[in-house]
């Protein structure tokens, strides 16, 4: 279930159909089933307009941050996108429909469809965030009913479903009709959950955002859009463009990679979004601490997305259950983390033994990014400092607390 995870956000809540003027705010559980944009859209339009109302605020922010995630699945549709499935490009692993008549992209569209997709989360955020921490939330939500158009055809058909969405990015088929039941009770925890995951992709957008990677989409990005007329698509891309499959599919699509590493060295062109990106993830750090605060305060156990040690049973999502061991190694993860970015400890580097990488300047004090220097180790060298270096093995205690599954699956679970 790993593999879902990192873009499980398009796998939540959606949105509805409109009140005419002066009419009462629709009912906000009627956002997790509109089979049409138009219906949505309209529905989280009056949603919007209903900001005193704790349960339509709770809606409209996750309605914006799901329709945030159609806009980016729109834009990169509407251009002719093949999803690498990989966790190299958290942003593009969207399973976006494939489009036999893509429109031409340039270097500014893309930024254009990241920035747009970016503001959309950041009005999300701001709208989960209005809501009062004890306000009384309970929404109903069966994941294959709800979903966002991923095909820009204006409709949410079946396979557009959360629950479409999330297998196939974890196994590449369709919902197991005789899996679990994948309905659930989202409460006032949840949506800290959710700000905190808009915080985690506002991160990554903004960080991309702050560097000129013109370099790196002319010359690499007809991997991902084979035939949107990108610079050397005549040249490196096969004349089928590679619909084929086959070796010769694979193998070109390796070599567009490599070039891709190689071509990952950024000027600063916007250095306060490169700050922003340090900022939105020290948020995320403080939405899960909330998050699990709500979470241990509650007394139910009833269809839980997230449950708590004493919500007893085994996630039907992922199969997991949570401990108190696991709670408590989460908590110790999130202080790293946190001392990670606000510089008081220093990441370690193979090169160097007696000084680690301060992030917090990383973030702060932004110079061209370079993948391959900042690996072996040149491009960080402006960012090395004596102090105390986070060691493998206080990482390795926290790891041995989540058992077989694994760290990363609940990181990406938890948020």
Do not use: C
Not at 203 to 209: E, K, M, N
Not at 210 to 236: I, Y
Not at 255 to 264: G, N, Q, R, T
Not at 305 to 312: A, E
């Amino acid at each position: 279930m790993t593999r879902f995870l990192s873009l499980l956000a398009p796998a939540l809540i959606l949105l509805l159909p409109v009140a005419s003027a002066g009419a009462a705010a629709p009912e906000p559980a009627a956002l997790f089933e509109a089979k049409t944009v138009a219906d949505r859209d309209s529905t989280l339009t009056a949603l919007e307009a209903a900001p005193t109302d704790p349960a339509s605020a709770y809606a409209a922010g996750a309605g914006q941050f799901f329709t945030a995630l159609e806009i980016l699945a729109g834009g990169l549709h509407r251009h002719g996108f093949e999803s690498p499935q990989s966790f190299i490009l958290p942003l593009m692993r969207l399973p976006v429909p494939d489009n036999p008549n893509p429109e031409p992209l340039t270097y500014d569209g893309f930024r254009a469809i990241l920035v747009a997709f970016r503001d959309r989360l950041e009005k999300s955020a701001a709208t989960l965030g209005s809501v009062p921490a004890d306000a009384d939330i309970g929404m109903e939500v069966d994941l294959t009913r709800l979903g966002i158009d991923l095909n820009e055809d204006g409709q949410i058909a079946p396979d557009e479903s959360a629950a479409a969405i999330m297998a196939s990015l974890s196994r590449g088929g369709a919902p197991d009709p005789a899996g679990p039941a994948l309905t659930f009770r989202f409460d006032r925890a949840d949506g800290y959950w959710l700000q905190g995951y808009a915080e985690f992709l506002m991160a990554q957008a903004d960080f991309w955002l702050a560097h000129d990677f013109r370099n790196a989409f002319d010359g690499s990005f007809h991997m991902l859009f084979p035939r949107a007329k990108l610079p050397l698509q005549d040249t490196l891309v096969p004349p089928d463009g590679g619909m084929s499959g086959g070796m010769l599919s694979s193998e070109w699509r390796i070599a567009d990679f490599i070039s891709l590493v190689h071509l990952v060295n950024w000027p600063v062109v916007e250095p306060e979004r490169r700050q922003a990106a340090r900022r939105h993830l020290m948020e995320m750090i403080r939405l899960s601490r909330e998050d699990w605060k709500a979470i241990r305060a509650e007394t139910d156990n009833d269809r839980e997305w997230l449950p708590g040690p004493q919500q007893k049973g085994a996630s039907p999502l992922t199969g997991l259950e949570v401990g108190e061991a696991q709670v408590q190694a989460w908590h110790a993860a999130l202080d790293m983390a946190e001392d990670l970015l606000e510089g008081r400890i220093l990441l370690p580097h193979f090169r160097f033994a007696d000084k680690g990488i301060n992030m917090k300047r990383f973030f702060d004090e932004p110079k061209p990014f370079d993948l391959v220097l900042s690996i072996t180790g040149p491009a960080i060298a402006p960012y090395l400092e004596s102090g105390k270096i986070l060691t493998s093995e206080e990482f390795d205690q926290i790891q041995r607390q989540f058992g077989g599954a694994g760290f990363l699956t609940f990181a990406l679970w938890f948020n």
